[in-house]
């Protein structure tokens, strides 16, 4: 055996004991299962050829359902005052809540930030990368990484790995030498820069408020009471969002956490009625007030319309 160890005789395959060898096997698997550990941008695929184009036809093959129900409300508009990001806290998985306190808004960097909508495990892990890769550049070059140039790795991302079940939906905001920009990501490999956008199961009725109350000359509390208000009625009416609403502002100074709020507080403050005609202007779509004020304008309407009728 020393001979054989002298000489380099032991490396080779047919020389070692079977146990040597499944050890070996074994050493090597956890090697490729850990790869990303070295390369975070390196996953194992599955093991067959053109993944991207197969794995559909095998998931249908086996009936196996891939694409699962996400449930979230994420949403980022700009004004005059920089960026707003606000989100719920509720992590599902088809009707389970697996969690009420999810962070869906990530802290890339002091200047950046970025949501989470999709599955909450690709949405994590890739956003640990870009900050990685954000603290990287800051190191490398001495200043901070501009946010297209974030937008464009998380594109390059999930462009690689279109087709092979990575589920992701994100907005990056932020504020380099360019101005504060707001850019929404996505699985399929979309990259598009924009002034409002609404992410999840929610963002129909989000958009619809924000459709209703935003403007570019927002001050900063009406920006903030738009973002809760329209993050409130989402998880009002959507079942999958829900939680504690978190807002943020970024500006030029860098991003601020401006308050936690829980629905159910948001409840008592938009729900509250009141007879004051300055405040029913912004009176809440569920609100018994509301729902009056409503009524008297589609009763003026009808009759003007039935008066315009006679006339013709």
Known sequence: MALEEICGLNKFGFMKGFDAQV???????????TINLRNPYSLMAPPFE?????LPKILQQCNVRMEFD?????LGFKY???VILCADSRATSGQYIGSQSMRKVV???NYMLGTLAGGAADCVYWDRVLARECRLHELRYKSRMPVDAAARIMCNISTEYKGMGLAMGMMLAGCDDEGCKLIYVDSEGMRSHGSVFSV???SPYALGVLDTGYRWNLTDEEAYDLARRAIYHA????AYSGGIVRLYHI????WKNICNTDCNDLHDIFCEETTSNDDQAHLPCTSKAWIEQKLRHDNVQARVAAVTMEKV
């Open 23 to 33: 050890k070996d096997w074994d050493q090597q698997q956890l090697q490729i299962a």
């Open 50 to 54: 053109n993944p991207a184009v197969n």
């Open 70 to 74: 996400h449930g979230t409300t994420t």
């Open 80 to 82: 005059q005052g920089g």
């Open 107 to 109: 802290e890339l960097t």
């Open 200 to 202: 999840g199961s929610g």
């Open 235 to 238: 998880t009002s009416k959507d």
């Open 251 to 254: 500006n030029d100074k860098g």
